[in-house]
């Protein structure tokens, strides 16, 4: 181990014998390669108070103190400050103690009168790159867990979830094409498929927010395509969705470029459907596309209750909902709509950005480069 940038290494000295304590700090002068900034305390609420504070490194304790005796004192040392490495200083030469001081949690064990400086700062600095090696073996086992429970977590989501609710899918379906229903058999299982579909809808969130979050965020299959194409089949779904509805596409340009097909148009059904639900049903929802500079812009406009302005710095994080009171029958989620509209976006190098106001409605725009960037060498 080095120190810091040459800083001394701070050392919380728990003892109570004024002789001994003094004794100790001669020595740790005693080797000059490596200097100790002391703090001494003589008792165990003292030092149960200090390790609360941010800046030590290790902690020599004495086991035998006016309020701690014994083992208890590593315990309670450990359940005030776990990520402390801890020396443990005892009058009697025991090897059982030893092995229990250790198997509580201390990273060594030095008798009184048989200490000399280099065996301490030996000791001290051994007792802190253990204490390291020990939380670095901690956090490897986490992260190891944490990929095992995002496989599951995703393999539930992927598999376990979405085949019943296909299969409830595919028999409304059915049913609505040839089961002979009469009017209110119909509607009810109408119900069920738009509740099917809504669920789905939930799932694939959930494993595209998982996915970032554990995974590292979007895999991309980039391939050349037009963007003008894609929109379109977008509004043409909504259309049929929503035929009370009225979409306004335009597009300028050429609207080619080198993205991932099936993530681009689930970014622009995500803003298109959020524009559907945020606004009044007489009004129209507007795309439009077009080149800008080397790359191309989308807008997304819709006219209705504008964004507050405190949750405008807040609408792309996750469970977050721009607006209160969609209207009645409107789709309903997490509030991670836009949240992973962003992140696909960011994943193809661009940006995404929103503006509304009460005169001019709600508008989001996406900038994408038509290329992906150069790797760096």
């Avoid at 790359?295 to 302005?309: A, K, Q, T, Y």
């Avoid at 106001?357 to 290329?371: I, K, S």
């Amino acid at each position: 181990m080095t120190q810091n940038e040459g800083r001394p290494l701070r050392l919380l000295l728990v003892e109570d014998n004024p002789g001994d304590a003094r004794l100790l700090q001669e020595e740790l002068k005693e080797v000059p390669s490596v200097r100790f900034e002391v703090r001494h305390v003589t008792r165990m609420a003292e030092a149960l108070a200090v390790v609360s504070e941010p800046g030590l490194d290790v902690v020599l304790l004495d086991l035998a103190l006016p309020d701690g005796q014994g083992i208890s004192n590593i315990e309670r040392m450990l359940q005030a400050a776990p990520m402390l490495p801890l020396v443990v200083l005892t009058g009697t030469d025991d090897e059982q103690l030893s092995m229990k001081a250790v198997h509580a949690g201390a990273q060594d064990y030095l008798v009184k009168g048989q200490v000399t400086g280099p065996l301490l700062v030996r000791a001290l600095r051994y007792a802190i790159e253990r204490k390291r090696a020990e939380e670095g073996l901690k956090r490897e086992e986490a992260a190891r867990q944490t990929a095992v429970f995002r496989e599951q977590f995703l393999g539930i989501l992927g598999h376990d979830l979405r085949n019943p609710l296909q299969a409830i899918s595919g028999n409304a379906a059915l049913l609505l094409r040839y089961g002979g229903l009469s009017e209110p058999q119909r509607k009810a299982v109408n119900r069920i498929s738009i509740s099917a579909d809504r669920m789905a809808r939930m799932i694939s969130d959930i494993l595209d927010f998982t996915r970032t979050r554990l995974g590292g965020g979007y895999p991309l299959q980039r391939t050349w395509m037009n963007l003008h194409d894609v929109l379109r089949q977008v509004v043409e779904e909504l259309e049929v969705a929503h035929p009370k509805r009225r979409f306004e596409l335009g597009v300028s340009g050429t609207g080619w470029g080198e993205w991932d097909s099936d993530r681009i148009a689930q970014a622009a059904s995500n803003l298109v459907g959020n524009a559907v639900q945020y606004s009044p049903e007489d009004s129209a929802v507007r795309v439009l596309a077009r080149d800008e500079g080397d790359g191309v812009r989308v807008e997304v406009h819709n006219l209705g209750s504008p964004i507050p302005s405190e949750r405008l710095p807040h609408i792309f994080d996750p469970f977050v909902r721009g607006r209160d009171g969609a209207r009645s029958g409107s789709r309903s989620g997490l509030g991670l709509g836009l949240y992973i509209t962003h992140e696909i976006v960011k994943a193809h190098g661009g940006a995404l950005q929103v503006r509304s106001t009460e005169a001019e409605g709600t508008c989001f725009w996406l900038n994408l480069p038509r290329h992906p960037p150069a790797a760096k060498t």
